[in-house]
Nanobody, 122 residues
């Protein structure tokens, strides 16, 4: 499975961005698809994830501002509204191929995209 993330860029605080992730190869509906981010000088952290059942989970820092969605087993999006400077990071899409509830740890995810930079200026 290969993942390709896109949609990053430079925006001002309060603006919006939409990230997309396209998966290729053998994927299955039961996969959990998620977004992580890595701010400068910090560890990679969970942002949001969605299961095939449309169950979603969000980090507290983005609840109410970010919306994750998926069209099928191969297309994932992250709508980011009301962006803040602290949202600045490299954003990664990822897949957890296990049939378990949504997990937040990076080790739970088997496949990763290459990352897309999001920069929010104040």
């Amino acid at each position: 499975v290969q993942l390709q993330a896109s949609g990053g860029g430079l925006v001002q605080a309060g603006e919006s961005l939409r990230l997309s992730c396209a998966a290729s190869g053998r994927t299955y509906d039961w996969y959990t698809m998620g977004w992580f981010r890595q701010p400068p000088g910090k560890e990679r952290e969970f942002v949001a994830a969605i299961k095939w059942s449309a169950t979603t989970d969000y980090a507290d820092s983005v609840k109410g501002r970010f919306t994750i969605s998926r069209d099928n087993a191969k297309t994932l999006s992250l709508q980011m509204d009301s962006l803040k400077p602290e949202d600045t990071a490299v954003y990664y899409c990822a897949i957890d191929s296990s049939r378990v509830p949504i997990r937040h740890g990076t080790r739970a995810y088997d496949y990763w995209g290459q990352g897309t930079q999001v920069t929010v200026s104040s």
